[in-house]
């Protein structure tokens, strides 16, 4: 059906006649110039000079003017049937970890050594657009904890604001209780069966203000499942010495990061490569996705362009109408006859 979005936008229809009742003359009524000479300067213009109040006539094509102004402002749309809205699928926050150890190289990614952030920038940006239907969210993790992207169905984004990360933004050290922390924070206004955290980490706490048990308790109150993801070559298997010789794998605290799984009702996952993170976000889609209240929405086809142009078309008409009689004139004046009486 058609409809106006804004249809108050019509209250405004008598505004130009309010004001000039409401404002003062712009003249006494007498003429501001008097000249002997006006009916020559009226045969010079083509036309008489005006000493009255225009007619309804002469005021009839503003107003129409003024009516397809206002008639575009008012947002004309033709409004189809409702439609669902399908609203289906889970509230996905992804907590990544991009303190100072993730920088080491000891993870391979098509053939090449790369650091674990580039790893888990490959691989989750993949997962995150394969979520089709659910509203994924971002935080990223070091000494602090902070919302990179909020929970969004556009997962181009959040892929986009993962793919710029950096490591040691959020400082050097490891908050992963923080992190807990906020994405229940964020989580708790939505529908209490699908509030998903998945935390990726490849260390233990070593900052923030909150024991990472003590928010995994807070979070299986709220009805979060947390999955846990530690990242990380085998201290047997890695290379790659860390600061004082200490081998990087032996800082994920695995006890810890199970605890926070199980009392959230989740699952811990290990990666020790890629071929590992890819079957772990293979078990992560395989979760089934809570259907939530669908919303119906209407589509509206926008129709302000007509009488807009409508109202262009008229303007151009009406100035046409005031600058035809001077064309007129000069090519009277530029006549034969004309030029053949000048001496």
């Known amino acids: 059906m058609f409809e106006f979005a ?59 003017l003024w009516l397809l102004l206002l008639g575009a402002a008012a947002r004309p749309e033709w409004v189809g049937e409702p439609l669902p809205l399908p609203a289906s699928g889970r509230d996905l926050l992804i907590a990544v970890d991009v303190s100072g150890s993730m ?10 050594e790369v650091n674990r952030l580039t790893l888990v920038k490959h691989l989750l940006g993949d997962f995150i657009e394969g979520r089709q239907g659910d509203r994924v969210g971002l ?35 490891t908050a992963i209780g ?16 699908s509030r998903v ?14 024991e990472p048990l003590t928010a995994a308790r807070l979070a299986a109150a709220e009805g979060v499942k947390i999955y846990p993801i530690g990242i990380g070559a085998d201290p047997q298997q890695s290379g790659v010495l860390g600061l004082f010789g200490i081998n990087p794998g032996l800082d994920l605290d695995e006890p810890t990061l199970r605890a926070i799984a199980e009392m959230s009702g989740g699952e811990y996952f290990r990666a020790r490569g ?9 078990r992560l889609d395989s979760l ?48 034969p006859s004309t030029r053949r009486r000048q001496p």
Not at 103 to 112: F, I, K, L, T
Not at 274 to 282: G, K, M, R, V, Y
């Open 288 to 335: 089934e996705p809570v259907a939530q209240q669908s919303t119906l929405a209407r589509p509206a086809l926008a129709l302000y362009a007509w009488p807009l142009s409508a109202a262009l078309l008229l303007s151009l008409l009406l100035v046409s109408r005031e600058l035809w009689p001077q064309p007129l004139q000069r090519l009277r004046r530029l006549s």
């Open 6 to 64: 804004w249809a108050w936008i019509f209250l405004l229809a008598p505004l130009p006649w309010l004001l000039r009742l409401l404002l003062p003359a712009a003249d006494s009524g007498e003429a501001a110039l008097k000249v002997s000479f006006l009916d020559e300067l009226e045969a010079l213009a083509g036309r008489r000079a005006r000493t009255t109040l225009p007619s309804w006539r002469q005021q009839a094509p503003f107003a129409l």
């Open 197 to 210: 955290l998945v935390l990726v980490t490849d260390g233990a706490n070593t900052g923030g203000e909150i």
């Open 178 to 193: 923080d992190a807990i922390g906020l994405a229940v924070k964020r989580l708790r206004q939505r529908p209490a069966d």
């Open 103 to 112: 920088a080491y190289s000891d993870m391979r990614w098509e053939g090449e």
């Open 274 to 282: 890629s071929e590992e993170l890819q079957a772990i976000e293979q």
């Open 139 to 173: 935080i990223l993790f070091g000494s602090q904890a902070y919302l990179q992207a909020p929970l969004t169905f556009d997962r181009h984004t959040v892929r986009t604001w993962l793919d710029e990360a950096l490591i040691g933004i959020a400082g050097k050290n």
